[in-house]
């Protein structure tokens, strides 16, 4: 049986997706499941109503952010590290690498880079994208890596 994938991305909203393709937006109340996009806007009492009326199951994905949101998130130098073992720790720019002796090193803390398309937001990018592309960061939290890439896209230019 086909299934359709579910990806929370606010405490009351969901993108629903079917081979990776985005088919709807689903927000969820005390009145229960309104569908937006591609399916028909249509409300459901609840999960397993709607469920059987897309005649496929729904798999609910788990952002691994959230997932280990309850651990203690490592640190070098204040700034937060994705990986959960660290070696060879070195400053200006802070990185590090995830195995010992490894030549790749990653950027500690929180980067917007831009690329051609424009800019993206990266967590720990490896340091041969900071050499070589534009940057900003490090920052401490994806919230002040967010209000960064905003305020640097709304900048006048001069």
Partial sequence: MMTYSLKQISDKSYILSEFGNRVAILTKNDQG???IGKLPVKKFENWDIFEKYLGK???FEIDVEEENSDKEMLQ?????VKHS?????QENPTSYTKIQGSKIRFAAGFFGIKFEHGWTAS???????????EYI???T???E??????NHKNRPVI
Avoid: R, Y
């Fill in 33 to 35: 499941i309104t569908t």
């Fill in 57 to 59: 199951s729904i798999e």
């Fill in 76 to 80: 070098i130098s204040g700034l937060p």
């Fill in 85 to 89: 073992v660290i070696f060879d720790i």
């Fill in 123 to 133: 967590f720990c990018p490896k340091l041969s994208t900071l050499e070589s592309c």
């Fill in 137 to 139: 960061g490090p920052f």
């Fill in 141 to 143: 939290s994806k919230l």
């Fill in 145 to 150: 890596m967010s209000n960064a890439i905003t």
